[in-house]
């Protein structure tokens, strides 16, 4: 490439020497060589000053000259990038309920799918929910048939109406809380028509809520996560 650079230039400057008079002699009428005024405003303007470099001069210097050739420039290069994924395309793997992890079951790099279980805690307070709800069930059909009984001794004037209505009472509240209990029963996605004594779940699922790929894991088995600390980012 300097071979090629100090030839252009070699070759600008003898076109540029012919060009500012090297084909004139002093009595072709351009004035070369005469004391007129215009001759001198010539000279001035367009008089170039050409640096001649010897071989030893040019050794000395580090230029080389070579002849023009044919070279394969190559059109592509190689340079490190980041890939920013948009916060729409990600999601964060949290439990609404906290718990100590149990177990992790993937890592940076994992391809996930939508609903797939990612890692699983456990808490007391998960067998304590389930037992209530159990409870529940047996108080709300106690309660039920007590309603019922205060029902017919008030229609045959044999009870008095305070208790119908105490009963009456004690069943809306028990069926309000059991409703509540159902509600957090499936957001821990457990069944509550499924449950029984010989199948609480001791733990729960921690479930991916797209599909992607983990990018970064913020938990380990044994840590303890909630809904502020997420399991792992996924995008």
Known sequence: MKRIILAGVALAGLLFFLACG????????????????????????????IAVLNAEQLKAVGVQIGAIERRKIDASITVVGRLEVPNFSKA???????????????QVGSV??????????????FVQLQEEYLTLESRITFASQEQKRQQELNAGNAG?????????????????????????LQLMGLD??????????ASLPVKSPIEGTVSNVFAKVGSY????????EIE
């Open 160 to 184: 008095a109406l305070r208790n119908l209505q105490n009963a009456e009472a004690e069943l809306n509240a028990l069926q309000t809380r059991r409703a509540s209990l159902k509600q957090q």
């Open 112 to 125: 996930v799918k939508k609903g797939q279980v990612i890692a699983t805690i456990a808490d007391p307070k």
């Open 192 to 201: 509550p028509a499924g449950l029984n004594k010989g199948n609480l779940q």
């Open 225 to 232: 996560v909630d809904v502020s600390s997420p399991v792992a």
């Open 92 to 106: 964060n793997a949290t439990s609404l309920y906290g718990g100590g992890v149990q177990r992790l079951l993937v």
């Open 22 to 49: 090297g084909g004139h002699s002093a009595d072709d009428g351009y004035g070369y060589g005469a004391s007129g005024e215009h001759g001198e405003e010539d000279h001035e303007e367009g008089g170039a000053t």
